[in-house]
């Protein structure tokens, strides 16, 4: 990918809020990976919540749609899946309407509210939200760390962020580096000794499974809904 002059900027999911311009919210463990493998399975568009309420509340105005999610980490009596990659493979969602609930991921979409362009990215959607970014040469971009809390640095998210600013910067950077921060992060431990069925350690190869899709995930503010639609990069001119 051929260097471009940007501005890089992080921010969490406590100041994602002022965050302006093009914004991209990462989380790579797992929502945003998630998300990637279910328009991978044929989903038309994931409807982002950050109440599980809202989602209910979705549902019944959407009652083809499926509910996917957690909170911290664990599933939610009454969804559909829980978040993870690996409930998603083998689907088939043509077509379908999704609603995704996360304590992390969506909390960092419906916060940056003056973002645009606002973006949505893990490891398997990178290389595409990179091309996207630079076909459409903002000036700064900002990137949300979903997974850096006072008790947890959001190293597999950082590390998202380093891996597209790499590629934007011109470099080829070796994918195997990005992939071992993310295995020896604390949220991948943490989950991984839990040893619970809502985390199989499937995910974590699904999750770190580096530019396996071609499209980027762009949110939209429509009505009252914040719409995730995949989008092919070179369509932007």
Partial sequence: MPP?????????????????????????????????????????????????????????????????????????????????PTQIVGRDLHGRTLIQRTTAGTQGIVRSRQAQPLLATAFCTAHATAEYLRRLSPTTITFVITGQRAEDGGEEDAACADYIEALLSGQNPAPEPFIQRVRESSTARKFLALGSPDFPPSDLDYCTAIDRFNFAMVATRTGDLWVLQAVDPHQIT
């Fill in 4 to 84: 471009s002059s940007f501005t890089f900027q992080r921010a969490t999911l406590e100041t994602c809020a002022q965050a302006t311009g093009a914004v991209v919210v990462i989380d790579v463990l797992r929502a945003f990976s998630t998300a990637a493998y279910a328009f991978a399975a044929g989903a038309e568009r994931i409807l982002l919540v950050g109440e599980v309420e809202e989602a209910f509340t979705l549902k019944q105005r959407f009652p083809g749609a499926l509910i996917i999610g957690e909170v911290n980490g664990f599933s939610v009596p009454g969804f559909d899946f829980c978040n993870s």
